[in-house]
């Protein structure tokens, strides 16, 4: 099994091989959410109104003045900017947790530390990933909720409004046909359902747990003090779930990012297209992937091999390489050759359309 060569292969080492892909995936999920953070912090948008605070103020000579921005906003009937205030801090504040978090698990796996590695990822998908779904799914709601008895107001989220949540963020995805908010709330929530994340959460922040069928702690037994770290299993439940959800969240947190300062059509077309096309490759069993067939049909003059021009095919072997490296395989001779998705994209028919601050539509221009 070959890896797709995004990372060190000695850091795959201890993992089984088959779950070398879904890994290195994970992390570049990981990198691209950090590449959005660190582009967005750099624009200064979060600062907009606090600088344009400061300006006003310097400009009327108004020294040492006490100020609540929050109440002056609010006060002058300045809710929009208030609102973008609040947003920005809260998306930057949230995201950036939620991948020192993510970052710290994804090693731990690679050294199989497994309670510590499920530990590390309850919080981030439990609830940062919650907190960014509910600002893209209804603003308005989060911040009054925020704004008042916030220790109350957003704790113990009952499952149902969860799900509303979830169901409210993913109607604001380019591609959101491809999730499903039963699906997200059973992977990160149920405690019953035998592939949820949950009941491994339980037990690796729990010594002792009781509540359920999966969450029981057995007799003559601690929550993972005497499990094998040579077993594969636990490996099983963690790529079967995490590879769908970074993905979610991926597109939650370019979309809660594009509330505070609108990115590159183009980028967001090949940031989109290439990891919805590699989450495919690495999932499906070849008769779903909607992006390759997309690339196919709108790349097909580019699609052949530059040592024997034999017709490149988009396969399970070489999607991924393709997607995240830009380099595709040909079959026939074993030649790699460099693939300019991004260079390709803006000259395809294929592009993330907003229309009239519309959620964003994935299509092929006409």
Excluded at 348 to 363: D, F, M, Q, T, Y
């Amino acid at each position: 099994m070959r890896s797709i060569g995004i990372i060190d292969p000695q850091r795959l080492l201890v993992l089984p091989p088959k779950h070398w892909k879904a890994h290195e995936f994970c992390f570049h999920l990981h990198d691209q959410m950090v590449q959005l953070l660190v582009q967005y912090e750099a624009s200064g948008a979060h600062l907009w109104i606090t600088n344009a605070f400061e300006k006003a103020l310097a400009d009327s000579n108004v020294k040492d003045v006490d100020i609540d921005l929050f109440q002056f906003l609010k006060q002058h009937g300045l809710l929009r900017q208030y609102k973008h205030h609040i947003v920005s801090h809260l998306t930057l504040g949230l995201t950036s947790d939620m991948l020192h978090f993510l970052y710290e698990a994804l090693i731990c796996f690679e050294k199989r530390k497994f309670a510590v590695g499920f530990a590390l990822l309850r919080k981030p998908l439990k609830e940062n990933l919650l907190f960014l779904s509910w600002l893209l799914s209804d603003s308005d709601d989060f911040i009054a909720r925020f704004e008042s008895n916030t220790a109350t107001a957003l704790n113990g989220i009952k499952p149902e409004r969860r799900i509303q949540i979830l169901a409210g963020a993913i109607a604001r995805l380019a591609t959101k046909e491809a999730f499903a908010e039963d699906l997200l709330h059973d992977m990160i929530y149920s405690k019953s359902h035998e592939k949820s994340f949950e009941p491994i959460w339980q037990r690796a922040t729990h010594l002792i747990t009781s509540q359920g069928e999966l969450l029981r702690t057995e007799d003559l037994n601690i929550n993972f003090i005497f499990h094998d770290a040579g077993s594969d299993h636990l490996y099983e439940l963690l790529y079967a779930n995490l590879p769908y959800v970074l993905i979610y969240a991926m597109q939650v947190a370019l979309e809660c990012f594009s509330q505070i300062l609108r990115a590159n059509e183009q980028t967001v077309s090949h940031l989109i297209l290439s990891t919805m096309g590699c989450y495919e490759s690495l999932s499906s069993n070849g008769k779903q992937q909607h992006v390759a067939r997309l690339l196919t049909k709108n790349l097909h003059p580019f699609l052949n091999c530059l040592h024997c021009a034999t017709p490149l095919r988009l396969t399970r072997e070489n999607a991924a390489e393709m997607y995240l490296k830009e380099t595709l395989t040909c079959r026939k001779c074993g030649l790699a050759s460099p693939f300019p998705l991004y260079w390709l994209l803006s000259h395809a028919k294929i592009k993330i359309v907003r229309e009239n601050g519309a959620s964003p539509i994935l299509e092929e221009a006409q």
